[in-house]
T-cell receptor, first 117, second 115 residues
Framework: DTGVSQDPRHKITKRGQNVTFRCDPI?????LYWYRQTLGQGPEFLTY????????KSRLLSDRFSAERPKGSFSTLEIQRTEQGDSAMYLC???????????????FGEGSRLTVL | GESVGLHLPTLSVQEGDNSIINCAYS??????FIWYKQESGKGPQFIID?????DKRQGQRVTVLLNKTVKHLSLQIAATQPGDSAVYFC??????????????FGTGTQLKVEL
């Protein structure tokens, strides 16, 4: 499968613990995005990278959240001191950003579901 | 703030009928719109997009209509099939320079196809 892959698919943790999610984008895609989705709602933008540079972060991304893409390939999203309100599906997406391909299409992974007890 | 939303939370149709899913947006500056389909347990999947300089675009069995006057977007699915059962989201956002997108999603409409 050459799509976007995310790991783990499910994570249950206790409040106050740290969790880390990993995303492997489609290999030739230089842009990578993180979204958060709660039940019954549409995904909410968190942050995005172009190669290894984090270009934008939503105000939803509190200081407890940090995302990295150190080599411009895979990305990690870490949540420190988790709270019950962090329970959600964390979606990763990637896209190919080239001037010759002016499309906004994002390719999403299947998400990492976080449950904070 | 600006928002994108849907009129109907659930739509039930008979197999073979046409489906119409509606979406209202409030950001008059929006210039790019996308429809995504999300099946249970999966991430959103791109269906079709449209730019603000168009009012209609067709794909395979799907058509997107854009009415900028009333800030309304719709997705039409012809000959709806059981595999079309999913949640459908409209989304808007600027195309980033060079491609890609930072999307604002609406709430979603559940499409149920009855046999």
């Amino acid at each position: 499968d050459t799509g976007v892959s995310q790991d783990p698919r499910h994570k249950i943790t206790k409040r106050g613990q740290n969790v880390t999610f990993r995303c492997d984008p489609i290999s030739e895609h230089n842009r990578l995005y993180w979204y958060r989705q709660t039940l019954g709602q549409g995904p909410e933008f968190l942050t995005y990278f172009q190669n290894e540079a984090q270009l934008e972060k939503s105000r939803l991304l509190s200081d407890r959240f940090s995302a990295e893409r150190p080599k411009g390939s895979f990305s990690t999203l870490e949540i420190q001191r988790t709270e019950q309100g962090d329970s959600a599906m964390y979606l990763c997406a990637s896209s190919l950003g080239r001037y010759s391909i002016p499309t906004g299409e994002l390719f999403f992974g299947e998400g990492s579901r976080l449950t904070v007890l | 703030g600006e928002s994108v939303g849907l009129h109907l939370p659930t739509l039930s149709v008979q197999e073979g009928d046409n489906s119409i899913i509606n979406c209202a947006y409030s950001n008059s500056a929006s210039d790019y719109f996308i429809w995504y389909k999300q099946e249970s347990g999966k991430g959103p999947q791109f269906i079709i997009d449209i730019r603000s300089n168009m009012d209609k675009r067709q794909g395979q069995r799907v058509t997107v209509l854009l009415n900028k006057t009333v800030k309304h977007l719709s997705l039409q699915i012809a000959a709806t099939q059981p595999g079309d059962s999913a949640v459908y989201f409209c989304a808007e956002g600027p195309i980033l320079t060079g491609g890609g997108n930072k999307l604002t999603f609406g709430t979603g409409t559940q499409l149920k196809v009855e046999l």
